[in-house]
């Protein structure tokens, strides 16, 4: 996992104009980062205090683990469990790695012991709110057209 960068000054004004501006985001009073449900349910769109514009999807390893052992007392193997979380998170990124990557996204996986999720990023413009605001509203177009 990379070191978290530094917030940027212009932050604060940015983090009020997209809650005002922008409805939904989840516990829109974190200083760190504002997190918006996107309308494919596997998605969220996060934009970081050091400006970074986010979209991700993960699984949970033990809602994945729930799952796959579909109520047995049969435990899972951490590399199967890993293995198949892999698979999981690959056929839902899958449909949009070709958009996000296009458009400029960079992909980082991250996976632990609690998650595996894939993230894409790229660095916004706190200085033209309007820009970031319809760059928002474009990522949540092109998820909602995926199912």
Same mark, same amino acid.
């Given at each position: 996992m &990379?070191?978290?960068s530094k917030p940027s000054t212009l932050w604060p004004q940015a983090r009020t104009y997209l809650v005002n501006e922008i409805h939904g985001w989840v516990d829109s009073s974190s200083p760190e980062s504002l997190t918006l449900p996107m309308p494919d349910e596997d998605w969220l769109l996060e934009i970081t205090a !050091?400006?970074?514009l986010v979209c991700m999807a993960g699984y949970d390893?033990? !809602?994945m683990k729930s799952m796959l052992s579909d109520g047995t007392p049969e435990d899972l193997g951490t590399d199967e469990l890993a293995k198949q979380?892999? $698979?999981y998170l690959q056929q839902t990124v899958s449909r949009h790695r070709p958009k996000l990557i296009s458009q400029g $996204?960079?992909?980082r996986i991250e996976m632990n012991d609690s998650y595996v999720a894939a993230h894409?990023?790229?660095p916004v413009d706190f200085g033209n709110l309007a820009d970031l605001q319809q760059q928002i509203k474009t990522c949540l177009t092109? $998820? &909602?057209t995926s199912r």
């Open positions: &990379s070191e978290p !050091d400006g970074k390893m033990e !809602d979380a892999k $698979f $996204f960079t992909e894409y990023e790229r092109w $998820f &909602s």
